[in-house]
């Protein structure tokens, strides 16, 4: 079974023609606070497994769809991409599931608003937003669970930017991964408050497909990273429904150094973190010793995302006067 197989079965019976003549949807970034790391399948992206994350908000990217005759055409912020830049052929390989024929070629304009610099993954609300405008576009009406799906197929991450707020993806155990998807949880929590920290907007030397890669193929500590999620899950969920912010903070950052340190266990190693990165962790630490409840977590690069609650603010932006700070509720 490949990614085309299953695309085929998930658009069962749904129209091969446009029902208008442009499409459109946004879809939020995530950040993972119980990591996804590994898959079982790098094909069909999926999972090892379940994690959560929390949507970024108004942060996250809106795409723009409409067919014509010949090659895709992609534009990225306004500026027409080569058509053999990583971004674009990521797209048309994409679109290459639901194309309807082989002549059909797609008009693809994509506006990211998180801040460029950010250096936050666009691969998770880029998927999910290609996935829902097609919905748009075709006049499909998907339900949740087959845009998750179909947004996974592009990126794993992208199975959670379907969706907002705090979401929970399961990694099911289908060998067709129709049981791997997102799904929301009910909890809002208006206070919660993300920072994000720009380390470096440089592109990073491994990307998170190779380094879930090497890492699930290498690391002998990668035995443990099951485990780890499992319990981690549960912590999470029930602080989430508790609105219990030190179980949660305190969970999501030993869950995202966790993650790095099965990283540091593959050969060759996996290290993301950059001499800032570190001393960002020690002043977060340091800060912690006097009270604030700021924990922070990390993906596959060397920015640092800060996890507080909106009492906690004055004091962020004092210490961390860069800070870009999200309020996922709104
Ligand atoms: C560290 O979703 O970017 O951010 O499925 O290969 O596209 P692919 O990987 P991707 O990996 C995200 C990894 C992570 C953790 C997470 O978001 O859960």
């Known amino acids: 079974l490949n990614k085309a197989d299953v695309a085929r079965q998930l658009l069962t019976g749904c129209a091969t023609s446009p029902a208008k003549t442009r499409g459109e949807a946004f879809a939020p970034s995530n950040i993972a606070l119980c990591k996804y790391w590994g898959k079982r399948d790098d094909d069909l992206n999926l999972p090892m497994t379940s994690s959560v994350s929390i949507s970024l908000g108004d942060l996250g990217t809106r795409t723009a769809l409409s067919m ?3 090659a895709d055409t992609v534009t990225l912020n306004g500026e027409v991409l080569a058509r053999d830049s990583t971004f674009a052929l990521g797209v048309s390989r994409f679109l290459d599931l639901v194309r309807p024929h082989r002549a059909a070629g797609f008009r693809v304009e994509t506006v990211n608003s998180i ?16 996935a829902l405008a097609l919905d748009d576009l ?9 845009l998750s799906i179909l947004a996974r197929l592009g990126s794993g991450s992208a199975a959670r930017s379907v969706l907002k707020g705090f979401v929970e993806w399961r990694a099911g155990d289908s060998p067709d991964g129709m049981d791997s998807f997102a799904e929301a949880l009910p909890e ?3 206070d919660f408050r993300i920072g994000l920290l720009t380390v470096s907007s440089r592109p990073k030397a491994v990307g998170s497909r190779e380094a879930m ?4 193929e290498t690391s002998a500590l ?10 981690d899950l549960a912590l999470i969920k029930e602080a989430v429904s508790a609105r219990d912010f030190d179980r949660l903070g305190r969970t999501a950052e030993s869950n995202a150094l966790n993650m790095h340190a099965t990283s540091l266990g593959a050969w060759p190693p996996v290290l993301f973190w950059l001499p800032e990165s570190v001393a960002l962790m020690h002043r977060i630490w340091a800060l912690r010793e006097d009270g604030p409840a ?11 995302k800060l996890l507080f609650l909106a009492a ?3 004091v962020v932006k004092s210490l961390f006067p860069e800070v870009h700070i999200i309020a996922p509720f709104g």
Not at 294 to 304: E, H, K, Q, R, S
Request: net charge positive.
């Open 312 to 314: 906690e603010t004055a």
């Open 138 to 146: 075709f006049g499909w009406r998907l339900d949740p669970k087959r």
């Open 68 to 70: 014509a005759e010949g």
């Open 188 to 190: 809002r929590w208006p």
């Open 222 to 231: 990668y035995h443990v990273w099951p485990a780890i999620v499992e319990r």
């Open 115 to 130: 801040p460029t610099a950010a250096g936050l993954a666009s691969s998770a609300s880029g998927f999910a937003a290609l």
């Open 294 to 304: 700021v924990y922070f977590t990390m993906d596959a690069g060397p920015n640092i």
């Open 213 to 216: 890669r090497r890492t699930r």
